[in-house]
């Protein structure tokens, strides 16, 4: 029995790509993986319907790594899809040689995304990954040359499809057909593509290149910003992401909150020279029930030691203008 593993992020099209080759008796293992950007939760749920194992791995500092430099750019946001899925070819090659898998296949589909699933960038990934000649597109198989795996016997080409173009009718009959009807809608799943959050990845990385995945984590959460090159506030916008915050606090970071009135957790990062800080309490304030008052304490904690900065809140509109959006 031939083996194969794919990468499942749990959308209609990947789950597709591995029926199609249960269909045929192949043996399917699907990889997922975990980065800041996105995570397994749809493939989670897509491989306990479908039926195959699944593989879980967090790549979260050589995906960064490679987003900060990617070879072939970004499309319309931080999205560097032809060096992802490169990267995620190739970390998928190196378990199939050590896992004793026989190929690796991905649920990419000729033409849907002009800039990453045209037939060059779909070759391009295959070579970048290192294992050229043991990638499979099962839904667009028919409309690529052929591939070893098929001229070998391991995977009957007449059972693949030819699926091409950005349509999700195609894909949506078939799913009926094979009798999968519960799947995610078409799009979404990665931050990378979402326009305000490439605004504050890009922001981020301009300020501090050295950024960590924790530090992209923080993007995640409440409202960013930036208060000078050297420094930035995040302001929490509801209780859970106070909570957040108070989970994800280094220990050089400053925590802010107003100390007589309620208001939101306000997390200062970078340099605290005392005009940035003092905009960032002048922000806490202006968010908290105190808004309107003429001067507000607000408590700062750093490491163990508290101080506190008396500052008049800053007008909601003046503020916006330090958005990161």
């Known amino acids: 029995m031939s083996k194969a593993l794919g990468l499942i992020s749990g959308g209609l099209d990947s789950s597709l790509a591995a029926m199609a080759l249960m269909r045929q008796g192949i043996e399917v293992t699907g990889i997922s993986f975990v ?13 306990a319907a479908i039926g195959h194992r699944l593989i879980i791995e967090d790549i979260g500092n050589i995906h960064l790594k490679m987003v900060k430099t990617p070879k072939h750019g970004y499309g319309r946001n931080m999205n560097p899809c032809i060096d992802c899925h490169a990267l995620m070819f190739q970390l998928a090659g190196e378990r199939m040689v050590k896992g004793d898998f026989d190929f690796l296949f991905s649920g990419e589909v000729l033409g849907q995304r002009p800039m ?6 779909l070759r391009s990934v295959a070579s970048l990954s290192g294992f050229p000649d043991r990638v499979l597109r099962p839904l667009s198989a028919k409309l690529l040359p052929i591939t070893p795996m098929e001229e070998s016997g391991l995977v009957a080409r007449e059972q693949l499809l030819d699926i091409q173009g950005r349509s999700r009718k195609p894909q ?3 799913a ?5 009807l519960d799947y995610p809608g078409s799009g979404g799943g990665c931050l990378l593509t979402e ?4 605004n504050q990845l890009r922001d981020l990385l301009q300020h501090d290149p050295m950024a960590t995945v924790a530090d992209v984590e923080l993007l995640k959460v409440g409202r960013q910003f930036r208060l000078s090159a050297a420094a930035k506030l995040i302001l929490g916008r509801h ?3 106070n909570e957040a915050l108070q989970k994800q606090i280094k220990p050089e970071q400053i925590k802010l909150h107003c100390r007589n009135f309620t208001g939101p ?3 200062f990062c970078g340099d605290s020279a005392q005009p940035a800080l003092d905009t960032a309490a002048a922000i806490v304030a202006s968010y908290g029930k105190g ?10 904690t750093a490491a163990g030691n508290e101080f506190i900065r008396r500052v008049k809140p800053m007008p909601r509109e003046i503020s916006r203008q330090l958005l990161i959006r």
Not at 35 to 47: C, E, G, Q, R
Not at 176 to 180: A, Y
Not at 195 to 198: D, I, K, L, M, V
């Open 291 to 300: 808004k309107d008052e003429a001067e507000v304490d607000v408590l700062c």
């Open 35 to 47: 980065t800041p950007f996105f995570n397994a939760d749809k493939a989670k749920l897509a491989a």
């Open 176 to 180: 009926k057909e094979w009798g999968l």
């Open 239 to 241: 209780h859970a992401d």
């Open 265 to 267: 957790l306000g997390l």
């Open 172 to 174: 949506q009959a078939l």
């Open 195 to 198: 326009a305000g959050f490439s």
């Open 116 to 121: 990453s699933q045209n037939a060059n960038a």
